[in-house]
Nanobody
Framework: QVQLVQSGGGLVQPGGSLRLSCTAS????????VGWFRQAPGKEREAVSC????????YYADSVKGRITASRDNAKNTVYLEMNSLNPEDTGVYYC??????????????????????WGQGTQVTVSS
């Protein structure tokens, strides 16, 4: 069965850090584009970061650049989202997703919801004092 299982998340104070994990089963995540998205209450799901190429060139939304890092551990078939300097605007449900096969072309335009067909269950991140 093809699926993505997420872990991590929770409640953190402003300025704090969290790491989200996303583990694939039924397929090798290292061959596919991987995206992280988030959805705040009452808002559309938006892209946070996408790993887009064979050599892990990664797109980051302007709102998270310099604070959030996406990475993968192919041996564990897992991708991570390391989040630092969190602020209340980062609150939301975070989703990982797997999309098309990786290529050598860095195409940030692919980092949109419609690109991705397999989604994790989502995990809540709340940034609050």
């Amino acid at each position: 069965q093809v699926q993505l299982v997420q872990s991590g998340g929770g409640l953190v104070q402003p300025g704090g850090s969290l790491r989200l994990s996303c583990t694939a089963s039924g397929f090798g995540l290292d061959r596919y584009t991987v995206g992280w998205f988030r959805q705040a209450p009452g808002k559309e799901r938006e892209a946070v970061s996408c790993i887009l190429t064979y050599d892990d060139k990664t797109y980051y939304a302007d709102s998270v650049k310099g604070r959030i890092t996406a990475s993968r551990d192919n041996a564990k078939n897992t991708v991570y989202l390391e989040m630092n300097s969190l602020n209340p605007e980062d609150t939301g449900v975070y989703y990982c997703a797997a999309g098309p096969l990786l290529t050598q072309y860095f195409s940030p335009a692919l980092c949109v919801r419609a690109t991705f067909g397999t989604w994790g269950q989502g995990t809540q991140v709340t940034v609050s004092s």
